[in-house]
């Protein structure tokens, strides 16, 4: 099961921070990733991070250099740090769990969190 948490109202160019909590324990070895939908669109894939403790990502292009996506293996935690947004972020961001990263990036994750809102002000 997973737990997102952390979204809200952000300003362009502020900075915001998503949690998602997994539970279980085999989560080292699970890839974990975030997709997000904004509204009217599809829901399109973020980041991934490699299963285990290498910490390998992966980011989509529209937000790489701005958004870092982090785990900590003790704390079955997977967060994602969000700076210099921008009004284009804004949707329903999901984490996502997976033995393979591949199908993360796909977005036919074996796992799906609900969603958190985050809306970003111009």
């Known amino acids: 099961q997973l737990q997102a948490f952390g979204g809200g109202l952000g300003q362009a160019g502020g900075s915001l921070r998503l949690s998602c909590a997994a539970s279980?324990?085999?989560?080292?070895?699970?890839?974990m990733g975030w997709s997000r939908q904004a509204a009217g669109k599809e829901r399109e894939f973020v980041a991934v991070i490699k299963r285990g403790g290498g910490g390998s990502t992966y980011y989509a292009d529209s937000v790489k250099g701005r958004f870092t996506i982090s785990r900590d293996n003790d704390k079955n935690m997977v967060y994602l740090q969000m700076d210099s947004l921008k009004p284009e972020d804004t949707a329903v961001y999901y984490c996502?769990?997976?033995?393979?990263?591949?199908?993360?990036?796909?977005?036919?994750?074996?796992?799906w969190g609900q969603g958190t809102q985050v809306t970003v002000s111009s």
């Open positions: 996502a769990a997976d033995q393979g990263q591949h199908r993360i990036v796909v977005l036919t994750p074996e796992y």
């Open positions: 279980g324990r085999s989560f080292g070895s699970y890839a």
